[in-house]
Structure formats: C-alpha cells, structure tokens
C-alpha cells in the first residue's frame, strides 16, 4: 500500500502564493510518477503537474505552466507544489497521486494512469 497525505491548502486573494505539500509513506518503490490534479465542483478531475522521480521529466497543464513548479524531496520522500501568482479559477481540490512509469521512466498524465491518492487539500482563491 502507498499513503498520500497532503497538506498547505487554504484561502488566498488572487495573486498570491500557496505551497502545498505530500508526504508519502508504505511501498513507493515502485512508483516513480508523482503528480497533482484538481477538481471543481462541476468538473472533472483535471491533471495540474506531473513529474518522474526516475527521469527528468516534468508536465504542467497549459493553464499553470509558469505559475506552478512541481518538485520532490527524496529524502523526505515528500511531493510539493509551489504555486504563485493564483487565479481565481485555480480554486478546487488539489490532490496527490503516485503511479508506475509507462516504460523507461516516463509518466502518462491522466488521471486513470494513477493508483494511488490522498485525500485532498481544498484551495480557494478569491479575487
């Protein structure tokens, strides 16, 4: 089993900053893709970044792309997310999941790809 507890969420005015943070416990070994998604009400989960701990790999989806910086401390086996400059729209839940490479060390980056997920940590940004 792979435990996924994230934390760092809350309430934020438009343009500030948030770091959200997830730590990992059990059997990780195997599971070298680390990513967030988030999901509004009304919508469907959605993938934020996702990186490979195995290679240097890294996604952001078009819409956070030089706003958000995906990053991982092995030693603290813990996933984080810098986000800055935030937008109302980033407002949702934000969760952490782990799952295995497609091959060679590369992550697909839907959310069907990942097995493992926390419980959430709620962003509410307002303007």
């Known amino acids: 089993q792979v435990q996924l507890v994230e934390s760092g969420g809350g309430s934020v005015q438009a343009g500030g900053s948030l770091r959200l943070s997830c730590a990992a416990s059990g059997y990780t070994y195997s599971r070298n893709c680390m990513g967030w998604f988030r999901q509004a009400p009304g919508k469907a989960r959605e993938g934020v970044a996702v990186?490979?701990?195995?290679?240097?790999?890294?996604y952001y989806a078009d819409s956070v792309e030089g706003r958000f910086t995906i990053s991982h401390d092995k030693a603290k086996n813990t996933l984080y997310l810098q986000m800055n400059s935030l937008k109302p729209e980033d407002s949702a839940m934000y969760y952490c999941a782990a799952g295995l490479t497609k091959g060679f060390g590369y992550c697909n980056t839907d959310s069907l790809s990942f097995g493992d997920w926390g419980q959430g940590t709620q962003v509410t940004v307002s303007s």
């Open positions: 990186m490979s701990t195995l290679r240097s790999f890294t």
